[in-house]
């Protein structure tokens, strides 16, 4: 293609290339400290495992919010291919990088596969001898063999190499682009989204199942999967106007990604802000209609302790609010309303994933090691920006050669 | 359409114009096209693309349509509207409890109030659109030019109307023709007249007319009489060559259809009548008491024997419980010859109930008959079998002064009952009670009846009724 680039515009900032490990090292001390608060405050009392239970709730909560952003771009980048969407192609190399990072965000998850692997149940109640639980529904998964320590471990590696498979599968395809502007190579990702994307949503859906939703493991709802999914693409959506925005800031993309793609990010955002909620009411509803006691635990520690308000409040700040915000498309074509919006929706996405994990701790909500855990967050925040940062550095910031860059480029939202 | 008058109408015969059309080869042209009468501040212009062109609105300087304030208005007016309907409904005008749920609004309200929501956004839309875009309207000037057919196919017109503030006929001509089309058309008139024909009319008042006779004719039928039977629309279903178990034959000597078992058979489910286990007496005892064999009995009803004056009303009442029988007891109907005259209902016979359970009085049937009552019984009469289950609270929250409580088993009257008493209670309901015999084997019944009994000595028992080795765990459960 004829297309010319500034070389300085594709490239990250020079100054930016020396942060990745720092901001590394901050999120594993920020995540350390969060542990250790954790493990320290919220412990004591008559309930002595509290401190180990709300550290290592702490950590899969933080984790999971690491990891969504790259299940998102993942799925995002498939769906692209799938498509055949040529306006996303601008942007699709930050996406590809956010992907391109799972296997990083995915070696986080060892801590917990080690607390499973010595037998801690601190998180994982299931993960010990049968014969000293009560509830009969857990007895009889651990029984069955799926709740079980070496399979758990074996289906965990299995997803992770499944998906950071597929990333970097994408991203090698991509990067082989960028030197040789073959478009076969598109063609060989078209061609494979489709499989590809049956093999993400089952694998996702096992992934939440597992990870997060046997946490609490007599419970049980077919669309965990689709709910851990549709926060993973809220979050992704918003991060990427984030980083798009701030590359812009930094001077870089000039001329590149202009407000249409905006706009699109913003519809997607304001889309999974509908998204998730109607997943969410989905699985309440039937739960609330229904009313049979194995299936309202879920919700009884969600709705009680303090937590109750954290639970009301989050249909407030993840959907009422951003829902009317993000409703204009005068929001979504201007930056700094879309800025603020993908700040508020990553926000209330930690919130989320927060509320998936965080009550099952039991003994309700407590504010001082909350924070805590909030401190886990920004780790875990500052542990993507130095994986993105340490991915994006010796990469173009764009697909440069895709063939349908163009399209991209000339690419408009119509006047509605 | 507008009664603008273009400045030179030359000669008398000139229809009257509406406007330029130009005509271009494809879109890139018409796109430069429209930017310029854009720039030149025409505002009432058109285009036609045969596929819909990127940038167009754009080119053509057309404003954003205020359509999707109405739908938000509309969509905010549909939601409010189904949170109203619901919280009146189900809070204020009809408190109707359903599965226990609270009243007014409640998660269950969220479909709804959504797709009332969708509902009004919808209609709104498309409602907004027509008015929006002024339809229906049945004829365009810009039809006319039969080349302007080509705009479903292959070529793109540009369209600036005669009704815009600044048209001049002639500097649009210039500026129209300055953009290089294929052809440039001035749009006129075709010559047929405005007015709708009159066949048309009539053909609408004919609709119209035909559209109410079906109304007259239900108007017709709601405000009159008539003393002919009703029209039978399926003149074979409604008359049936059959007979119904109630109607005479001619086909039988004893001119009824219904016939009687034939002797030596024995029904489906007959000999389970036979049966105290089924029944909770023994029918033979019954046979003893009210001295009439069942055989008897299918003779009498059968007309073949006038029944004796005074059978049944002189009939001993059955010596067991009938004491403790309340006045709405199921009464010994199968005993009464129909031409006997129904008894006063508390001299009707007792049955001869069973005394000893059927069934073995062991830990199996004990839970068994715990689990039943648990989910069967409790939910009126309560777990400890007191009357005062939930729906027994929640009926009497409403405290609408019709509700009859359940009966609770620990008073007299149910303690001197017999098993079978009980055990029939359950199969065929009491009072406002169904029966459960659909839903509970006998041999489940009969455990409910051990659990019950169980329930009411358990609340006169005393600590020497445990066994020694079991006294410990009580009262160390007592002591907590």
Same mark, same amino acid.
């Given at each position: 293609?004829?297309?010319?680039?500034?070389?300085?515009?594709?490239?990250?900032?020079?100054?930016?290339?020396?942060?990745?490990?720092?901001?590394?090292?901050?999120?594993?001390?920020?995540?350390?400290?969060?542990?250790?608060?954790?493990?320290?405050?919220?412990?004591?009392?008559?309930?002595?495992?509290?401190?180990?239970?709300?550290?290592?709730?702490?950590?899969?909560?933080?984790?999971?919010?690491?990891?969504?952003?790259?299940?998102?771009?993942?799925?995002?980048?498939?769906?692209?291919?799938?498509?055949?969407?040529?306006?996303?192609?601008?942007?699709?190399?930050?996406?590809?990088?956010?992907?391109?990072?799972?296997?990083?965000?995915?070696?986080?998850?060892?801590?917990?596969?080690?607390?499973?692997?010595?037998?801690?149940?601190?998180?994982?109640?299931?993960?010990?001898?049968?014969?000293?639980?009560?509830?009969?529904?857990?007895?009889?998964?651990?029984?069955?063999?799926?709740?079980?320590?070496?399979?758990?471990?074996?289906?965990?590696?299995?997803?992770?190499?499944?998906?950071?498979?597929?990333?970097?599968?994408?991203?090698?395809?991509?990067?082989?682009?960028?030197?040789?502007?073959?478009?076969?190579?598109?063609?060989?990702?078209?061609?494979?989204?489709?499989?590809?994307?049956?093999?993400?949503?089952?694998?996702?859906?096992?992934?939440?199942?597992?990870?997060?939703?046997?946490?609490?493991?007599?419970?049980? @709802?077919?669309?965990?999967?689709?709910?851990? &999914? +549709?926060?993973?693409? *809220? /979050?992704?959506? !918003?991060?990427? #106007?984030?980083?798009?925005?701030?590359?812009?800031?930094?001077?870089?993309?000039?001329?590149?990604?202009?407000?249409?793609?905006?706009?699109?990010?913003?519809?997607?955002?304001?889309?999974?802000?509908?998204?998730?909620?109607?997943?969410?009411?989905?699985?309440?509803?039937?739960?609330?209609?229904?009313?049979?006691?194995?299936?309202?635990?879920?919700?009884?520690?969600?709705?009680?302790?303090?937590?109750?308000?954290? @639970?009301?409040?989050?249909?407030?700040?993840? &959907? +009422?609010?951003?829902? *009317? /915000?993000?409703? !204009?498309?005068? #929001?979504?074509?201007?930056?700094?309303?879309?800025?603020?919006?993908?700040?508020?929706?990553?926000?209330?996405?930690?919130?989320?994933?927060?509320?998936?994990?965080?009550?099952?701790?039991?003994?309700?909500?407590?504010?001082?090691?909350?924070?805590?855990?909030?401190?886990?967050?920004?780790?875990?925040?500052?542990?993507?920006?130095?994986?993105?940062?340490?991915?994006?550095?010796?990469?173009?910031?764009?697909?440069?050669?895709?063939?349908?860059?163009?399209?991209?480029?000339?690419?408009?939202?119509?006047?509605? | 359409?507008?009664?603008?008058?273009?400045?030179?109408?030359?000669?008398?015969?000139?229809?009257?114009?509406?406007?330029?059309?130009?005509?271009?080869?494809?879109?890139?042209?018409?796109?430069?096209?429209?930017?310029?009468?854009?720039?030149?501040?025409?505002?009432?212009?058109?285009?036609?693309?045969?596929?819909?062109?990127?940038?167009?609105?754009?080119?053509?300087?057309?404003?954003?349509?205020?359509?999707?304030?109405?739908?938000?208005?509309?969509?905010?007016?549909?939601?409010?509207?189904?949170?109203?309907?619901?919280?009146?409904?189900?809070?204020?005008?009809?408190?109707?409890?359903?599965?226990?749920?609270?009243?007014?609004?409640?998660?269950?309200?969220?479909?709804?109030?959504?797709?009332?929501?969708?509902?009004?956004?919808?209609?709104?839309?498309?409602?907004?659109?027509?008015?929006?875009?002024?339809?229906?309207?049945?004829?365009?000037?810009?039809?006319?030019?039969?080349?302007?057919?080509?705009?479903?196919?292959?070529?793109?017109?540009?369209?600036?109307?005669?009704?815009?503030?600044?048209?001049?006929?002639?500097?649009?001509?210039?500026?129209?023709?300055?953009?290089?089309?294929?052809?440039?058309?001035?749009?006129?008139?075709?010559?047929?007249?405005?007015?709708?024909?009159?066949?048309?009319?009539?053909?609408?008042?004919?609709?119209?007319?035909?559209?109410?006779?079906?109304?007259?004719?239900?108007?017709?039928?709601?405000?009159?009489?008539?003393?002919?039977?009703?029209?039978?629309?399926?003149?074979?279903?409604?008359?049936?060559?059959?007979?119904?178990?109630?109607?005479?034959?001619?086909?039988?000597?004893?001119?009824?259809?219904?016939?009687?078992?034939?002797?030596?058979?024995?029904?489906?489910?007959?000999?389970?009548?036979?049966?105290?286990?089924?029944?909770?007496?023994?029918?033979?005892?019954?046979?003893?008491?009210?001295?009439?064999?069942?055989?008897?009995?299918?003779?009498?009803?059968?007309?073949?024997?006038?029944?004796?004056?005074?059978?049944?009303?002189?009939?001993?009442?059955?010596?067991?419980?009938?004491?403790?029988?309340?006045?709405?007891?199921?009464?010994?109907?199968?005993?009464?010859?129909?031409?006997?005259?129904?008894?006063?209902?508390?001299?009707?016979?007792?049955?001869?109930?069973?005394?000893?359970?059927?069934?073995?009085?062991?830990?199996?049937?004990?839970?068994?008959?715990?689990?039943?009552?648990?989910?069967?019984?409790?939910?009126?009469?309560?777990?400890?079998?007191?009357?005062?289950?939930?729906?027994?609270?929640?009926?009497?929250?409403?405290?609408?002064?019709?509700?009859?409580?359940?009966?609770?088993?620990?008073?007299?009257?149910?303690?001197?009952?017999?098993?079978?008493?009980?055990?029939?209670?359950?199969?065929?309901?009491?009072?406002?009670?169904?029966?459960?015999?659909?839903?509970?084997?006998?041999?489940?019944?009969?455990?409910?009846?051990?659990?019950?009994?169980?329930?009411?000595?358990?609340?006169?028992?005393?600590?020497?009724?445990?066994?020694?080795?079991?006294?410990?765990?009580?009262?160390?459960?007592?002591?907590?």
């Amino acid at each position: 293609m004829g297309l010319k680039y500034d070389k300085e515009t594709i490239e990250l900032p020079a100054s930016w290339k020396s942060k990745p490990l720092p901001l590394i090292a901050i999120g594993l001390i920020l995540l350390v400290i969060s542990y250790t608060i954790g493990l320290t405050v919220a412990g004591g009392g008559t309930d002595s495992d509290r401190g180990m239970r709300f550290a290592t709730h702490s950590y899969l909560a933080n984790f999971m919010f690491l990891l969504s952003f790259s299940l998102g771009a993942l799925f995002f980048i498939m769906v692209q291919f799938l498509t055949r969407a040529g306006w996303s192609t601008a942007i699709r190399r930050v996406a590809e990088i956010k992907m391109a990072i799972l296997p990083y965000s995915g070696l986080m998850f060892i801590p917990v596969l080690g607390l499973v692997l010595t037998g801690n149940y601190a998180l994982y109640e299931w993960n010990q001898d049968p014969s000293k639980i009560h509830n009969s529904l857990i007895r009889g998964k651990i029984e069955d063999g799926y709740l079980q320590s070496n399979y758990f471990t074996l289906r965990s590696v299995i997803y992770l190499a499944l998906l950071s498979g597929m990333s970097i599968w994408f991203f090698n395809k991509s990067r082989a682009q960028d030197e040789s502007g073959d478009p076969e190579l598109s063609l060989a990702r078209q061609k494979w989204s489709g499989p590809f994307i049956m093999v993400y949503a089952l694998t996702v859906s096992f992934l939440a199942f597992d990870w997060v939703m046997s946490i609490d493991a007599a419970w049980f @709802s077919t669309i965990f999967g689709v709910y851990v &999914f +549709a926060a993973s693409m *809220l /979050g992704f959506f !918003s991060m990427m #106007v984030i980083i798009n925005m701030a590359l812009q800031k930094a001077g870089k993309l000039q001329g590149l990604v202009n407000v249409e793609h905006y706009h699109d990010l913003g519809k997607f955002m304001f889309g999974f802000v509908m998204f998730w909620s109607y997943i969410a009411f989905s699985q309440l509803v039937l739960i609330w209609y229904g009313n049979i006691p194995e299936e309202t635990e879920w919700y009884r520690v969600r709705l009680n302790g303090g937590w109750e308000y954290y @639970s009301y409040a989050l249909i407030i700040v993840h &959907f +009422a609010i951003p829902f *009317l /915000g993000l409703l !204009s498309r005068h #929001v979504r074509r201007h930056k700094a309303g879309l800025l603020f919006w993908a700040c508020w929706l990553v926000a209330v996405h930690w919130m989320d994933m927060t509320y998936l994990v965080m009550p099952n701790v039991k003994g309700g909500f407590a504010v001082v090691p909350m924070v805590g855990h909030l401190i886990g967050g920004f780790g875990a925040l500052a542990l993507f920006a130095g994986f993105f940062l340490l991915k994006a550095s010796n990469v173009p910031l764009v697909a440069v050669r895709d063939p349908r860059m163009p399209e991209s480029l000339t690419y408009s939202n119509p006047i509605l | 359409m507008s009664d603008h008058k273009p400045k030179n109408t030359t000669g008398t015969k000139a229809p009257k114009a509406y406007g330029w059309m130009a005509e271009y080869p494809d879109e890139h042209k018409l796109l430069e096209a429209a930017r310029k009468v854009r720039d030149s501040g025409y505002t009432d212009t058109d285009a036609f693309t045969p596929f819909p062109v990127h940038g167009i609105d754009e080119a053509l300087g057309i404003k954003p349509t205020v359509l999707p304030f109405i739908v938000l208005c509309c969509g905010f007016t549909g939601l409010c509207l189904a949170v109203t309907m619901q919280y009146w409904m189900n809070g204020v005008d009809y408190m109707y409890i359903i599965s226990g749920k609270p009243m007014g609004i409640t998660p269950a309200s969220v479909p709804v109030s959504f797709e009332m929501t969708i509902l009004f956004s919808a209609f709104s839309t498309f409602l907004g659109m027509i008015a929006l875009n002024k339809l229906p309207r049945f004829s365009n000037p810009v039809f006319t030019n039969p080349r302007f057919d080509r705009a479903t196919d292959d070529k793109f017109f540009l369209y600036v109307s005669a009704s815009d503030k600044y048209y001049n006929r002639d500097s649009v001509k210039e500026l129209l023709g300055g953009t290089s089309p294929d052809v440039l058309d001035e749009v006129v008139e075709d010559g047929s007249p405005a007015e709708l024909p009159k066949f048309v009319w009539l053909g609408a008042l004919l609709v119209v007319l035909t559209g109410l006779i079906p109304l007259m004719i239900v108007l017709n039928i709601r405000e009159s009489f008539s003393e002919k039977p009703r029209f039978h629309v399926f003149l074979d279903m409604d008359f049936q060559p059959k007979k119904k178990a109630d109607q005479q034959t001619t086909v039988f000597a004893d001119g009824r259809t219904m016939r009687p078992q034939v002797a030596g058979t024995v029904g489906r489910g007959q000999l389970e009548e036979q049966d105290a286990f089924y029944l909770g007496y023994d029918p033979n005892d019954l046979a003893a008491t009210v001295k009439m064999t069942p055989t008897r009995l299918v003779s009498l009803q059968d007309g073949a024997a006038q029944p004796p004056a005074d059978a049944p009303a002189t009939q001993p009442p059955a010596a067991t419980d009938s004491a403790a029988a309340p006045a709405t007891a199921p009464t010994a109907n199968a005993t009464q010859p129909p031409a006997a005259a129904p008894m006063p209902a508390a001299e009707a016979p007792e049955k001869p109930w069973l005394t000893e359970l059927p069934i073995e009085a062991n830990e199996a049937n004990m839970k068994l008959g715990e689990l039943k009552f648990q989910i069967y019984c409790s939910a009126c009469h309560g777990y400890a079998g007191n009357g005062d289950g939930l729906v027994h609270k929640r009926a009497d929250a409403l405290a609408q002064g019709t509700w009859l409580p359940p009966t609770s088993f620990h008073i007299d009257r149910v303690k001197a009952q017999s098993v079978g008493k009980i055990f029939n209670t359950i199969s065929k309901g009491q009072g406002k009670m169904a029966g459960y015999a659909n839903a509970l084997t006998p041999k489940e019944r009969w455990a409910i009846v051990l659990y019950v009994r169980a329930l009411q000595r358990s609340r006169d028992a005393k600590l020497d009724d445990i066994p020694v080795d079991k006294r410990s765990s009580l009262e160390e459960a007592g002591s907590k």
